[in-house]
């Protein structure tokens, strides 16, 4: 789905969004077109995968590995280990925070 997507000039981008979910803090996936000046890109080896984040995300989420996953219930992208994580949730798309995280 990754690769399908970026063919048409579209990225995954990353969000965190605070007073989402059962942690405090949410993840959000979308794909998007559009790069700003604040963001970091990434690309995914010979894939040729593009991955976006902007400068306040990426303080949440470096170092983070990002997965797919896809069973009967539900395909999505979730943030699988995130060392800037305090707790996470087991839905696998909210988490708390290191206080470490907002010393930037």
């Not at 048409?8 to 059962?22: A, H, I, P, Q």
């Not at 306040?56 to 797919?68: C, E, H, P, R, S």
């Not at 979730?78 to 800037?84: E, G, K, W």
């Amino acid at each position: 789905m990754i690769k399908q997507k970026s063919r048409n000039d579209k990225f995954l981008r990353l969000t965190v969004e605070s007073g989402e979910g059962c942690g405090g803090f949410a993840y959000k996936f979308q794909f998007d077109n559009s790069i700003n000046e604040d963001d970091s890109v990434y690309q995914e080896n010979e894939d040729k995968i593009l991955f976006v984040c902007d400068n306040l995300t990426l303080n949440f989420i470096k170092g983070a590995t990002v997965d797919y996953e896809s069973d009967m219930m539900k395909s999505a992208f979730y943030v699988q280990i995130n060392p800037n994580a305090e707790k996470e949730c087991s839905c696998k798309s909210s988490f708390s925070p290191k206080d470490s995280v907002f010393n930037f």
